[in-house]
């Protein structure tokens, strides 16, 4: 019984060692547990922190890159706008200039009456013309020498008409608009004309009955009196340059500083000649009337050097005229 006892004290002693032993081994594992929880812990919180800061640095560097980025955009955008505001300035100073002369082109038009003005003319002159000397030529058959005699009361002789009236026509076409570049609004045209010149009508210019019966008794036999009436005539063609002033204008003078001339004569010299060459000078103005409607006044001399067998046609021609622009 003693000894049973004594198995359980030592049994009971041996298990209270165990637990403390069981105990003191669970409180050491918790604690190292515990300490290396602690430790990896810190260890986490340590680089987290160093996480944290590589990650601030390295947004910090991206934002500074994002802002000067931004800036560079912006500066474009700046300079973008600019040559839009440039460009959209030089394109309204074009359209305010083609405004300005679209309104100028229509002052104009309103001021020509709505019509363009034609710079080129046809016209229709005539007048008054004088001869400086006699005509001469065509020397009257009724003159026979010992005869004397006149014809139904007429003078005798060489033709010494020097009055005429006169008509015709022409046109100018426009060469150039400011004299070939040498004078602004100082407009050359070449001019072609012709006109007509009457100087009078010489009567038959045969022989009478008389006459022919007082030739036949001296032994001349001429045919009879022809009874027909010559009217003495002046066909003149010409062609000249004209220098025309104040170009767009309605009042417009102008000069002829030297034209060739062509005559024709009727009734021919007394070497049966019918043409004479010469030269014309002249002056003038018109004035715009309405739309393309033009008058005008001008004089003119023609000149041939000497005379061409016996016959002149030196003189002046003066009258108006009427233009049609075209």
Do not use: C
């Not at 001021?111 to 006699?134: E, I």
């Not at 020397?139 to 033709?159: A, R």
């Not at 076409?173 to 004309?193: I, Q």
């Amino acid at each position: 019984m003693k000894k049973a006892n004594t198995r359980l004290i030592v049994a009971a002693v041996s298990m209270l060692v165990a637990g403390s032993l069981v105990t003191s081994d669970a409180m050491a594992h918790k604690r190292k547990k515990h300490h290396s929880h602690k430790r990896h812990h810190a260890s986490r919180s340590h680089s987290s922190g160093s996480y944290s800061s590589y990650n601030s640095a390295a947004s910090s560097e991206v934002n500074s890159k994002v802002d000067a980025l931004e800036a560079q955009v912006r500066a474009m955008q700046d300079e973008v706008s600019s040559l839009r505001a440039n460009s959209g300035a030089a394109a309204g100073s074009a359209d305010a200039a083609k405004v300005q002369e679209l309104d100028s082109w229509m002052q104009e038009a309103k001021a020509n009456g709505g019509t363009k003005s034609k710079d080129n003319m046809v016209f229709f002159r005539g007048g008054y013309a004088h001869n400086n000397s006699d005509r001469g030529g065509t020397l009257d058959p009724t003159n026979v020498p010992g005869v004397g005699s006149s014809n139904s009361g007429v003078v005798v002789g060489s033709i010494g008409d020097r009055d005429a009236w006169y008509f015709g026509a022409g046109f100018d076409f426009s060469l150039s608009d400011d004299m070939f570049g040498m004078m602004s609004g100082t407009e050359v045209m070449a001019e072609l004309m012709f006109d007509y010149k009457e100087l009078g009508t010489r009567q038959s210019n045969g022989l009478s009955p008389q006459e022919t019966a007082t030739l036949g008794a001296l032994g001349i036999n001429l045919p009879a009196a022809n009874t027909e009436s010559a009217t003495v005539n002046q066909l003149s063609l010409a062609a000249s340059p004209k220098i025309k002033f104040m170009k767009g204008s309605a009042f417009r003078p102008w000069l002829i500083p030297v034209g060739f001339e062509l005559s024709i004569i009727s009734p021919p010299s007394d070497a049966i000649t019918v043409l004479t060459p010469g030269m014309m000078f002249g002056f003038g103005a018109d004035y715009k009337v309405w739309n393309n409607i033009y008058v005008g006044a001008d004089a003119r001399y023609h000149y041939t050097p000497g005379n061409v067998d016996g016959v002149n046609t030196d003189g002046v021609t003066a009258g108006g005229y009427l233009g049609i622009g075209f």
